[in-house]
């Protein structure tokens, strides 16, 4: 068995905490102690597992067994008021072979599989909140390509509005940001202009918001359960 690496970003006034595991893109959740946000991530172990078996690497995820803190860093204003990573830990800024790049991309491009999947199987209005108050399936969907394609930018790919809501045009945003990296990382160039990202960092943070949306959608399902 192996243990998973987690790190800890830390919101500046302490109100939130969010366990990143970053050899599994998309694998983060935020809580309001160190305690509660690694519990809450070691809860999610099970449902991750499916984008590890999408990746073809479910064998691998499946020996995970304990979670080994390696590090706590400093978050921003926004780890603390979303409860999201939004800070580089000392693992995104580190060197990577093309291997391990490839791998990221491998597991980025299972969360995207996963949501696709959830997409088609959920119903298309979602439970809401105590107070009435929430999002349905198509309102979730495009939020979620949305943030994407403003995030795409940072590598210069420029995905049209609504592209992304047809097969055709999802799969070619989709190729061109996987190429677009490939071409970022070996030309030794961070993600963005002015405020620059690692690449490491903008891979698992694409995976997690792809894979936060689809976990909503799977939450907020009103299909009826067969018995």
Known sequence: MTNLRVTL???????????????????????????????????????YSQVAKLARMGEEFATVENLDTIERYPGTGSTDFRGISFAFSSIDKQEISSD????????????????????????????????????D????????????????????????????LTDKGLKAHRDAYCQAIREYFSQGKLAGKVAKWPLRFLIRHTAFHTMDHAWEMEDKDLTPKQS
């Open 137 to 164: 399936r198509e309102h979730i969907v495009r939020h979620t390509f949305a943030a994407e394609q403003q995030w795409a930018k940072k590598i210069g790919v420029i995905t049209p509005d609504g592209a992304m």
């Open 9 to 47: 970003e830390i919101g500046p006034k302490g109100k939130r905490v969010v366990a990143v595991a970053p050899d599994w893109p998309g694998l983060e959740r935020g809580a309001k102690t160190e305690d509660e946000a690694i519990d809450k991530l070691r809860s999610y172990i099970p449902r």
């Open 100 to 135: 391990e790049l490839e791998r990221e991309l491998t597991l980025l491009q299972a969360c995207w599989a996963f949501f696709d999947d959830v997409q088609s199987r959920v119903s298309a209005e979602m439970k809401r909140g105590p107070r009435g108050g929430g999002r």
